[in-house]
């Protein structure tokens, strides 16, 4: 069991930078894949970036792709993704997500068994 509780987010301006974190408590945060997901108002949830357990495997969105940094300690079970130059567009509920152990990263939103509640990024033009 995996709990998960977000930070970081917030209002900024177009071209500016955020970072959230993820929180996770629960043992298995070290042997698990973890990946943040965004949702904007009226639109599916959409995968942004995934890790690896031991952070050598990453992967992106198209959308985010050379703007945002996925990232981990698994010494203070805590996930980051770093975004920068953000685009009005990047506005949205962030989630992050933990796949049950074992299992490797995935860029499929049903591959996630647990989510943190969310954190509002709001990018104003």
């Known amino acids: 069991q995996v709990q998960l509780v977000e930070s970081g987010g917030g209002l900024v301006q177009a071209g500016g930078s955020l970072r959230l974190s993820c929180a996770a408590s629960?043992?298995?945060?070290?042997?698990?894949?973890m990946g943040w997901f965004r949702q904007a108002p009226g639109k599916e949830r959409d995968f942004v970036a995934a890790?690896?357990?031991?952070?050598?495997?990453?992967y992106y969105a198209d959308s985010v792709k050379g703007r945002f940094t996925i990232s981990r300690d698994n010494a203070k079970n805590t996930l980051y993704l770093q975004m920068n130059s953000l685009k009005p567009e990047d506005t949205a509920v962030y989630y992050c997500?933990?796949?049950?152990?074992?299992?490797?990263?995935?860029?499929?939103?049903?591959?996630?068994?647990?989510w943190g509640q969310g954190t509002q990024v709001t990018v104003s033009s």
């Open positions: 629960g043992r298995t945060f070290s042997r698990s894949a």
């Open positions: 890790i690896s357990w031991s952070g050598d495997t990453t």
């Open positions: 997500a933990a796949r049950n152990s074992i299992l490797v990263a995935t860029t499929t939103r049903s591959g996630y068994a647990y």
